[in-house]
């Protein structure tokens, strides 16, 4: 028997031994996995809050960055520095954290690199001195908004996953500590004695839950601080049973608390504004049957006060085994304060646009009004010129006065018109061959009358040219260059003025150089950055003393860039100047343009002496007299007979009447314009089947270049702009005959 109670108690005490010992390993290895379980519990804890931290910041950010935008406060600007700063610590801390989870890991580096596209939009709209247009605005709204739903889609899935590992570590501690309350039952009722001498370990293992419980409690507490921080609503709708979650911020931006509203699906789609509640529905139902990746939609929402506000609501569904949605949660945002804004931005281009247009009438009527009378002005003046043989000294320095007048009147309405094209993007830029020197040497015989009226010496070389025939817009360049030129010989009171024209080779095209080189008065460093701008001329002083509207440089830089060319300036005060135009053009394999380009002049005389001994007979529709006289005068002095109707119903009767040779036809007329009389009188010609069309060129006061494209349309060969310049008036009355003769 002793050796039995010795055995068994042998076998009692091994026993309690081999339990003692396997109870005290099972203990050792459940606080160690209780420990281990907190240390990752506080791991995600720690990573939740700095991803919801991370958020809030993004939000700061975006608002410190609209404000500043809006009011230029520094104290925004202040706070975007803040919100940047941080935000790049806490994107380092988080992917410290998440270094041995891959998933989370390249999520991280995914988030990264649409933060990293988010702030370089961002801070280009901060640190950039120039504004945006309105396209580029909305552009890089949309490109914010875009980055901005992609993170917060890659944080929703980063912490789902983060609170799944939440979930699961709860579960261990909870199968932990079942696990010891197992233990502690069996202990207790087989070896109250070990249960006793473990007892302290099971207390630490309930004060290490009860710890870990306390942290998951706060944690929580966090997370809906941080979720009230994004200023989004959350919403969650179990469609099961037809249960609503929403949000207490989701509940402010209607206007409502928690003890003011219980949300409902009906009632929530109750405050749906009427016109967007079916098209929200159609979109939810697409989404959840699997039509449409995502849920995206903005629609309004009626506020408790009874005003709208703009919300964004986007969603993710969770589905079961059947592919059918049991749950749909959530984000909304207000964008009221957006739409607002992009509704004002609307507002204001319409506003500009209304003003443009109504800046291009104003600019048309003038110039209608002002060309119109200027014509007769002009032309008397240079008809009185031409007979002053036998007038005195003193009336032909009234003359003298009455043509510098009106030249200087025309130039100022054509700087204003021609700046005008350029704004309304107007300006067409051709590409001809061309002869380059006698476009040169036209110029030079223009501009060196006035060279001499102040005793300057102008010249033109152009020895280091390596080729004679180029492509390019002649017109614009010489324009550019006559801007230059005059401009030159108006600041410089004594010495010389000089054009020089040279050609390199640039990579397969021909680089033209110009320089227009003077002896005056120089300009200032500090000038030299304005006078490029509309209506500057450096100092006020030179506007009083020469005049000028100062567009003539303005003007020039912008025909220069248009052609894809430079215009720059190199001066010292009491130095002179030197202005150089830089153009690229295609080169003229030829070496030659077909057609040599007499001087306007020549052409003038030839076509004068080819009218000589003809009858040709036109007819002058215009209703202003004094163009009339002007017009007529310059017939007759090529031996042309003409009639004249004062507007287009009456050249309609007078066609029908009579056979002219060709048309001289204004555009703006009472009873009936020249547009019109002119598809009339097309229109007799094609009932009437005649086999000779009569040429017509318009008259118009008008100078916008739709004018110039509305008279071709109707059927006109030529078109001249009022006042009228005598040679090229009868260059194209030259080629109006020619056509008569070829019809």
């Known amino acids: 028997m002793k050796s039995v109670y010795v055995r068994n108690y042998l076998v009692f005490i091994s026993l309690v031994i081999l339990f003692a010992g396997w109870l005290v390993f099972t203990i050792v290895k459940q606080l160690n996995s209780v420990q281990d379980s907190k240390q990752w519990i506080t791991h995600t804890y720690d990573t939740i809050s700095l991803d919801l931290g991370l958020i809030a910041r993004i939000n700061g950010l975006l608002a410190a960055q609209r404000a500043y935008l809006i009011t230029e406060n520094s104290f925004f600007l202040d706070k975007y520095d803040e919100h940047r700063a941080r935000i790049k610590e806490i994107e380092g801390l988080i992917l410290a954290n998440v270094q041995n989870d891959p998933v989370q890991l390249e999520r991280t580096v995914e988030i990264g690199k649409n933060l990293a596209q988010l702030l370089d939009l961002v801070d280009r709209h901060v640190t950039e001195n120039t504004q945006p247009t309105r396209g580029e605005l909305l552009q890089d709204v949309e490109k914010i908004e875009t980055l901005r739903s992609t993170i917060s889609d890659l944080n929703r899935e980063f912490l789902a996953l983060e609170r799944s590992y939440l979930e699961k570590r709860g579960r261990e501690i909870d199968k932990t500590n079942e696990t010891f309350l197992l233990i502690f039952l069996i202990g207790g009722a087989s070896f109250a004695l070990i249960l006793l001498f473990f007892n302290s370990y099971i207390l630490k293992s309930q004060l290490a839950r009860l710890s870990a419980m306390n942290q998951l409690e706060r944690t929580k507490e966090r997370l809906d601080l941080a979720f009230e921080g994004m200023n989004d609503g959350i919403f969650d709708w179990d469609i099961r049973n037809n249960n609503l979650f929403v949000s207490q911020r989701y509940r402010r931006m209607l206007g409502y608390n928690r003890n003011t509203i219980i949300p409902t699906i009906e009632f929530m789609s109750g405050l749906i504004h009427q016109d967007d509640r079916d098209p929200y529905w159609k979109i939810v139902d697409d989404y959840l049957n699997g039509e449409l990746p995502e849920l995206s939609i903005v629609i309004r929402m009626q506020h408790k006060q009874g005003h709208y506000i703009w919300i964004n609501m986007r969603g993710k569904a969770q589905f079961d085994e059947n592919g059918k949605a049991v749950r749909l949660a959530g984000s909304v945002r207000d964008i009221t304060e957006t ?18 247009e109504a800046k291009s009438e104003f600019l ?7 060309r119109t009378p200027l014509t007769a002005i002009a032309g008397i003046a240079e008809i009185l010129e031409k007979q002053s043989s036998n007038l005195d000294k003193m009336q032909k320095k009234m003359i003298a006065t009455l043509l510098k007048s009106t030249s200087s009147l025309k130039d100022l309405i054509n700087d204003v018109l021609d700046f005008s094209k350029i704004e309304a993007g107007e300006v067409v830029i051709e590409s001809e061959d061309f002869n380059l020197v006698d476009m040169l040497k036209e110029t030079e015989d223009l501009m060196v009358a006035k060279a001499h009226e102040k005793s300057l010496n102008f010249s033109v070389d152009y020895s280091a040219l390596k080729q004679h025939i180029v492509n390019g817009d002649e017109g614009h360049i010489r324009q550019i260059l006559i801007n230059l030129i005059g401009n030159a010989i108006k600041f410089t009171d ?43 001329q450096g100092d006020s002083t030179i506007s009083r003393k020469y005049g000028g509207t100062g567009l003539g440089l303005p003007i020039s830089k912008s025909l220069a860039e248009l052609m894809g060319g430079t215009l720059r300036v190199k001066s010292q005060p009491g130095k ?28 003038a005389n030839d076509v004068k002496n080819k009218f000589s001994n003809k009858n040709y007979k036109a007819l002058i529709v215009e209703d202003y007299a004094g163009n009339v006289v002007v017009v007529g005068h310059m017939l007759k002095s090529i031996n042309v007979n003409f009639d004249h109707a004062e507007n287009g119903k009456k050249a309609l009767e007078m066609f029908n009447k009579n056979e002219y040779d060709f048309i001289l036809m204004d555009i703006q007329m009472p009873e009936m314009d020249g547009i019109q009389a002119t598809i009339s009188i097309r229109e007799l010609e ?17 100078a916008m270049t739709t004018e110039k494209e509305k008279c071709f349309n109707v059927g006109m060969d030529e078109f001249i702009t009022k006042p009228l310049n005598e040679n090229e008036f009868y260059q194209k009355i030259g080629r109006l005959v020619d056509k008569e003769k070829t019809a």
Do not use: C, W, Y
Not at 364 to 370: G, K, P
Not at 506 to 516: P, Q, R
Not at 688 to 694: A, H, N
């Open 494 to 536: 004594e010495g010389s003025v000089l054009l020089t024209a040279r050609t390199v080779n640039a990579k397969g095209k021909t680089k033209l150089i110009f320089d227009v080189e003077d002896t005056g008065m120089g300009i200032s460093k500090k000038d030299q950055k304005t006078i490029f701008s509309r209506f500057k």
């Open 686 to 702: 094609e009932q009437g089947k005649l086999e000779r069309k009569t040429p017509i060129m318009g008259m118009t006061a008008h």
């Open 339 to 356: 739409r607002e804004i992009e509704a004002s931005l609307i507002e204001a281009t319409q506003k500009a646009e209304k003003a443009n």
């Open 364 to 370: 048309a009527h003038m110039s209608h009004e002002i």
């Open 576 to 603: 002179g100047a030197i202005f150089t135009l830089s153009l690229l053009t295609n080169e003229n394999s030829n070496g030659d343009v077909g057609v040599s380009h007499d001087k306007s002049s020549k052409v």
